[in-house]
């Protein structure tokens, strides 16, 4: 069993910056697979970035590319998600979530979630 809890969020101007972090507690940690998603009002919760076990393999989605940055530090049991250029299309609820082995852009495939945390993005 894996429990998430993320912290970070808040009110932040376009062109601003945030960083998110996932505080994961649990046997193993460094064996899974973590990941962010966000959504929006009245959308799908969508893949924003994920990081392997180890912390060598990410991937992000197409909207963050070059401005989201996941990283993790296994010794504080800790992932984070260092958010730039932040626009308002951003504005959403982000989670945090994780999986045994391999990283995954599916949510359907991450078993254990937080709660959220809630990102607001002002024009």
């Known amino acids: 069993q894996v429990q998430l809890v993320e912290s970070g969020g808040g009110l932040v101007q376009a062109g601003g910056s945030l960083r998110l972090s996932c505080a994961a507690s649990?046997?193993?940690?460094?064996?899974?697979?973590m990941g962010w998603f966000r959504q929006a009002p009245g959308k799908e919760r969508e893949f924003v970035a994920a990081?392997?076990?180890?912390?060598?393999?990410?991937q992000y989605g197409d909207s963050v590319k070059g401005r989201f940055t996941i990283s993790r530090d296994n010794a504080k049991n800790t992932v984070y998600l260092q958010m730039n250029t932040l626009k308002p299309e951003d504005t959403a609820v982000y989670y945090c979530?994780?999986?045994?082995?391999?990283?995954?852009?599916?949510?359907?495939?991450?078993?254990?979630w937080g709660q959220g945390t809630q990102i607001t993005v002002s024009s």
């Open positions: 979530a994780a999986k045994w082995g391999v990283h995954t852009t599916d949510r359907t495939r991450n078993p254990y």
């Open positions: 649990g046997r193993m940690l460094s064996a899974y697979a």
């Open positions: 990081i392997s076990g180890n912390g060598v393999s990410t």
